[in-house]
């Protein structure tokens, strides 16, 4: 059983900067591929970024390349998004999930765990 909670969300302006967290309690986290994932109001969940269980790979959404920055930090049991440059439409709930399996990393599919999210909402 992993638990997984999310921290650091909010309101922001457009161009603002915010980071994420999501703590892991995990008797072993680094069993566990991370990935982030975000629901806009009307929208179904979709994938933003996901990162192997050791860090050294990483994916992105093309909607975030460049702008968003998964890490993790397998000392602490926690994963990060940074989020730069944001967008009004980066609005939405954002969740963090473990994947034991760790294939198809965009897929919610392949996601055993997931957090309760947290909401950002960026003003124009």
């Known amino acids: 059983q992993v638990q997984l909670v999310e921290s650091g969300g909010g309101l922001v302006q457009a161009g603002d900067s915010l980071r994420l967290s999501c703590a892991a309690s995990a008797r072993t986290f680094t069993d566990y591929a991370m990935g982030w994932f975000r629901q806009a109001p009307g929208k179904e969940r979709a994938f933003v970024a996901a990162?192997?269980?050791?860090?050294?790979?990483?994916y992105y959404a093309d909607s975030v390349k460049g702008r968003f920055t998964i890490s993790r930090d397998n000392a602490k049991d926690t994963v990060y998004l940074q989020m730069s440059r944001l967008k009004p439409e980066d609005t939405a709930v954002y969740y963090c999930?473990?994947?034991?399996?760790?294939?198809?990393?965009?897929?919610?599919?392949?996601?055993?765990?997931w957090g309760q999210g947290t909401q950002v909402t960026v003003s124009p």
């Open positions: 999930a473990a994947s034991s399996i760790r294939v198809r990393l965009t897929t919610e599919a392949s996601y055993n765990y």
């Open positions: 990162i192997s269980e050791s860090g050294r790979t990483t």
